[in-house]
């Protein structure tokens, strides 16, 4: 297959990539930065800027499928101009890609577009929450993000193409991300939760999530899918574990609520937010996870 990848130079995309070109894939891949760009056979780098709404319409050339990742991070101030930025990186990308399937030949079948369980409603009680039982409800920015990105997805059906969407949870890998910034403090015996700590964390194993992404991919699978591993933990006992496999114990009290919102401001929902999001439906389309338990995905992580 030939599968034509954006934001494949950030944590998730070039796991993908990396993947896919060990399966024999070819990997077209969309860059912001033209210092990002390089070329071999079966990989090959174009320049888009979404900004100005241009696109090297060679990338599509014998594409398969596309995975759409591309977004502005969140990890940063939200300021009224980043919030900007967060959504409409996500929806002018989107649109991008739209229009370029639309006024170009083109033998793609299948898109999968990326979101977040941001979208489901913060709840520490609930049962774990499966794709279609809840209707997302915009709680907060996030969630506001994620409805609008899903929503503009649901245009790739309406060209006739196979449309599948995968909320990512906490991404764990051992090269930055979520973990870096959990274990950083941990190392110097500073770690400790957030607020009651209680907060269900929904992650999921890079290799994991990659996984995932190759799996629909591979069955061409449509519909919404959670990207999280089976047995999420709440955010004591994560930093716990942490604490536990790097052989560093974390003591100290959890940091409070409202410090976390006056250091991090309205990006605390981040932090704080609790999603307890269940991965049945990708289970039951027979994807099998490397790492279903926590401290396995640590322990290979954290070495
Ligand atoms: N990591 C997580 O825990 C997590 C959790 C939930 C959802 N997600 C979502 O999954 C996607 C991938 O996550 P990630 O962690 O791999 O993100 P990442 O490391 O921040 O990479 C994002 C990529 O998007 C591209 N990008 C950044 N700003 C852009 C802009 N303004 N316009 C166009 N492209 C831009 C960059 O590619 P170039 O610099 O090459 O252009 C970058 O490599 C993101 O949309 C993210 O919101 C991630």
């Known amino acids: 297959m030939v599968i ?6 950030g944590l998730v995309g070039s796991k993908i990539s990396e993947d896919l070109l060990s399966q024999g894939h070819t990997v077209h891949y969309l860059t912001t930065r033209k210092s990002a760009i390089k070329s071999s056979d079966n990989h090959k780098g174009f320049l888009w800027n979404v900004k100005e709404m241009t696109i090297d319409a060679k990338c599509i050339d014998g594409v398969d499928a596309i ?4 977004g502005e991070t969140v990890f940063q101030k939200w300021t009224d101009a980043a919030k900007k930025r ?4 996500r929806i002018d990308s989107t649109n991008l890609l739209l229009n370029l399937l639309k006024e170009n030949e083109h033998q793609v079948k299948h898109v999968v577009t990326a979101s977040a369980i941001g979208i489901y409603p913060d709840d520490q009680d609930g049962k774990a929450l499966r794709e279609d039982e809840i209707p997302p409800t915009a709680t907060n920015f996030l969630a506001d993000v994620c409805i609008a990105w899903e929503k503009i997805g649901t245009q790739f059906k309406e060209l006739g193409l196979t449309h ?7 991404v764990l890998s051992g090269k930055g991300g979520a ?4 274990s950083k403090p941990v190392k110097f015996y500073a770690g400790s939760g957030f607020g009651n700590g209680k907060m269900w ?12 992404f190759i799996h629909i991919l591979n069955h061409e699978l449509e519909g919404v899918y959670n990207g999280v591993a089976p047995h999420p933990v709440r955010n004591r006992p994560m930093m ?11 003591f100290l009290p959890n940091v409070p609520e409202f ?5 991090l401001g309205e990006m605390s929902s981040i932090v704080l937010a609790s999603q307890h999001a269940s991965s049945s439906r990708i289970e039951e389309k027979g994807y099998s996870f490397k790492y279903p338990e926590l401290e396995a995905a640590l322990r290979s992580y954290l070495k």
Do not use: F, Y
């Open 4 to 9: 034509l990848i954006t934001g494949a130079t």
């Open 67 to 70: 995975v759409h990742l591309a």
């Open 86 to 89: 967060i959504l409409n990186s």
């Open 164 to 170: 599948a969407i995968v909320r990512i949870g906490i």
């Open 179 to 182: 973990l870096e910034q959990m």
């Open 201 to 212: 964390q929904s992650w999921v194993a890079i290799d994991d999530l990659s996984g995932i």
């Open 240 to 250: 716990n574990r942490i604490g536990k496999v790097m052989g560093k114990p974390v």
């Open 259 to 263: 410090i976390m919102k006056v250091m």
